[in-house]
């Protein structure tokens, strides 16, 4: 069973591999309450989602 913390900083640091279709949605939406870093073999995909925050 997961434990949540009772703090309302519980921000994570969460690495999404691949920003394909579903890679991408999930960064996205991760991106709103943690830190998410985004790695693909293609840089240009990576930029646009650091441009998008």
């Known amino acids: 069973m997961i434990e949540k913390s ?5 921000k ?10 579903v890679g991408w949605s999930n960064a ?4 709103q309450n943690h830190q998410v870093e985004a790695i693909d073999i293609v840089p ?8 998008k925050s």
Do not use: Q
């Open 6 to 10: 009772k703090s309302k900083n519980n």
């Open 12 to 21: 994570r640091k969460i690495t999404v591999v691949g920003t394909g279709y």
């Open 28 to 31: 996205m939406l991760l991106a």
């Open 44 to 51: 240009e995909k990576v930029e646009l989602l650091s441009n």
